[in-house]
Nanobody, 120 residues
Framework: QVQLVESGGGLVQAGGSLRLSCAAS????????MGWFRQVPGKERDFVAA????????YYADSVKGRFTISRDNAKNTVYLQMNSLKPEDTAVYYC?????????????WGQGTQVTVSS
């Protein structure tokens, strides 16, 4: 079983940066692909970025390409989402997810989420 805990959310002005972290429990972290998703009230949860077990393959939603970077440190059981040039439309609750199948899902475990608010 993998437990995921996100951190690093907060309030930032448009154009600013934040780095989200997702710490995973357990000794099998390196077996999992990891992903970041986001959700605003009343809407579906949207894919943001994903990374395979080694960190070699990365995938991004078109809306964040060139601004967000996903990375992982298997020695620290942690995946990161560096978010630059933030826009008000990036405001959402951000969730990390872990999946054994691969970076395109399906996703087996989810964190509780961290709020990101971007002010204009």
């Amino acid at each position: 079983q993998v437990q995921l805990v996100e951190s690093g959310g907060g309030l930032v002005q448009a154009g600013g940066s934040l780095r989200l972290s997702c710490a995973a429990s357990g000794r099998t972290f390196s077996l999992y692909a990891m992903g970041w998703f986001r959700q605003v009230p009343g809407k579906e949860r949207d894919f943001v970025a994903a990374i395979n077990w080694s960190g070699f393959s990365k995938y991004y939603a078109d809306s964040v390409k060139g601004r967000f970077t996903i990375s992982r440190d298997n020695a620290k059981n942690t995946v990161y989402l560096q978010m630059n040039s933030l826009k008000p439309e990036d405001t959402a609750v951000y969730y990390c997810a872990a999946g054994l199948t691969g970076p395109r899902g399906p996703w087996d475990h989810w964190g509780q989420g961290t709020q990101v608010t971007v002010s204009s």
